[in-house]
């Protein structure tokens, strides 16, 4: 949950809402096999965007009812067009404008919060983390989902796909993010009052054995790299040809037989 600004290191654009839709239904099965829905009724997000999160559990899971909240009103009008487009999604949830590390919620009012990709765009993340942990009921969770962008490999080696690799991350930093806060989420929650915590590493990896999978985790990473480069192009941190290089080779990697991807994003859930 960001402010609508050039301080989002991937931007407000109509290509952006799309791309976010399309991540989480690549990575939305990974993403909550780790995350246990079944019990809640009233749950929390925290940082939701265009919607994405919140259509994937309100299809998996009819019974619960979600608040999604964000700072980026070009964000939630995208959610609302979004989650309005399926009938069965009607009275089922609800999208509010405000701060994350400073709801506008009573203490214990939500069974379950969740933040999926947030934490790494925000200067003080322990504050929303806070704030996640008040609105959560004694017996609810907070589940954390995010990056650990230095385990990124991939095989052959592309020194322009590092190069760019390496300076998104410190773009990033300097804009008050931190592109491997996922692997702090564990030393985070267990400042917080708790009587259960739990982390994981979800490692993806593809290669010859899995082509398919491998293609589409190259379309979706040509896709993310080129959603944070327009920030970086605009901000002077790289040329448009520089990232035509990257991009090149970053479709000859998905084009390569004998290719390669390797990944480890980094979850956390905390029981009150």
Not at 27 to 55: D, H, K, V, W
Not at 75 to 96: D, K, M, V
Request: glycine fraction near 6%; aromatic fraction near 12%; include cysteine.
């Amino acid at each position: 949950m960001v402010k609508r600004s050039s301080k989002y290191l991937h931007g407000f654009s109509s290509e952006e809402q799309k791309r976010l839709h399309l991540q989480n239904d690549l990575l939305g099965p990974q993403i909550y096999e780790f995350i246990g829905l079944e019990g809640a009724s009233r749950m929390l997000e925290i940082g939701c965007g265009t919607g994405a999160q919140m259509r994937y559990v309100m299809q998996c899971y009819p019974h619960i009812h979600i608040t999604g909240i964000d700072l980026s009103a070009e964000q939630l009008a995208g959610a609302s067009a979004y989650l309005e487009a399926e009938a069965a999604f009607n009275n089922r949830y609800a999208l509010i404008k405000g701060q994350g590390n400073a709801l506008p919620f009573d203490t214990a009012s939500f069974d379950c919060a969740l933040m999926v990709w947030v934490l790494e765009h925000v200067r003080h993340p322990e504050a929303l983390l806070a704030e996640a942990h008040r609105v959560v009921a004694p017996g609810g969770w907070v589940y954390l989902t995010e990056v650990f962008n230095n385990s990124f490999e991939h095989f052959p080696k592309s020194a322009a796909l590092e190069d760019f690799w390496n300076q998104m991350n410190a773009f990033q930093e300097s804009l008050g993010g931190n592109g491997n806060i996922g692997i702090q989420l564990g030393a985070m929650c267990a400042k917080l009052n708790h009587t259960k915590l739990e982390t994981r590493a979800k490692t993806l990896y593809f290669d010859a054995a899995v082509p398919q999978k491998r293609t589409e985790i190259w379309n979706y990473w040509i896709s993310l790299a080129e959603s944070a480069s327009r920030q970086m192009i605009s901000s002077g941190r790289i040329s448009n040809s520089d990232w035509q290089k990257v991009r090149r080779e970053m479709l000859q990697l998905r084009e390569n037989p004998s290719s390669a991807f390797y990944y480890s994003f980094m979850q956390c859930r905390l029981q009150r």
